[in-house]
């Protein structure tokens, strides 16, 4: 069973991460998202703001793309730079199954519905040197301000062991 955003920033408080969480209208595309942020908190506008891309490769493997919201991501050539084989989007069907997201709410945080670590990730070189992003809190009405680093903590303890790949 997919965890809620309540049980989500218990186990973030329970691993002394602090995040800070905007609520706002849903958001679907990197465009809805720019059209929002005149909303967030100050706070939020010195973080990178990120698009997640959810992929299935030929071999049936599962990858989760982080990067900054204006890098281009080319799927022919990042199959290459990932080790993958062909890459296409992951059905709505199985990004529930796995990630407990749907489309439009796809987020590194989701990896704590992963329980089977299915998901191989990838980070942008540029942005794991971020000081903190921002990220859906499973559902894609709020943002989360989170660092960088409690990031990476943060999947470290769930057992994921992210890529960091130039795309």
Same mark, same amino acid.
């Given at each position: ?5 309540? #049980? ?5 408080? =329970?691993? +002394?991460?602090?995040? /800070?969480?905007?609520?706002?209208? @849903? %958001? ?52 290459? #730079? ?5 890459? =296409?989007? +992951?059905?709505?069907? /199985?990004?529930?199954?796995?990630? @407990? %997201? ?66």
């Amino acid at each position: 069973m997919e965890k809620n955003q309540e #049980k989500l920033f218990n186990y973030l408080e =329970s691993l +002394g991460i602090q995040t /800070l969480t905007t609520e706002h209208e @849903g %958001v679907h595309t990197v465009g809805d998202n720019q059209r929002i942020r005149m909303s967030l908190d100050a706070r939020h506008q010195n973080a990178a703001h990120i698009k997640n891309l959810f992929l299935k490769d030929k071999k049936g493997k599962l990858w989760l793309i982080i990067a900054r919201e204006d890098c281009p991501i080319d799927l022919k050539q990042l199959r290459h #730079k990932i080790g993958a084989a062909h890459l =296409s989007f +992951g059905k709505p069907d /199985l990004l529930q199954a796995v990630l @407990g %997201v749907t489309p439009g709410s796809v987020t590194p945080l989701a990896l704590i519905n992963d329980r089977d670590h299915q998901i191989n990730v990838v980070i942008e070189q540029d942005l794991s040197e971020a000081r903190a992003i921002n990220c859906h809190p499973l559902s894609n009405d709020a943002t989360t301000l989170i660092s960088v680093s409690d990031l990476m903590l943060f999947m470290e303890k769930l057992g994921f062991s992210p890529q960091i790949c130039q795309l």
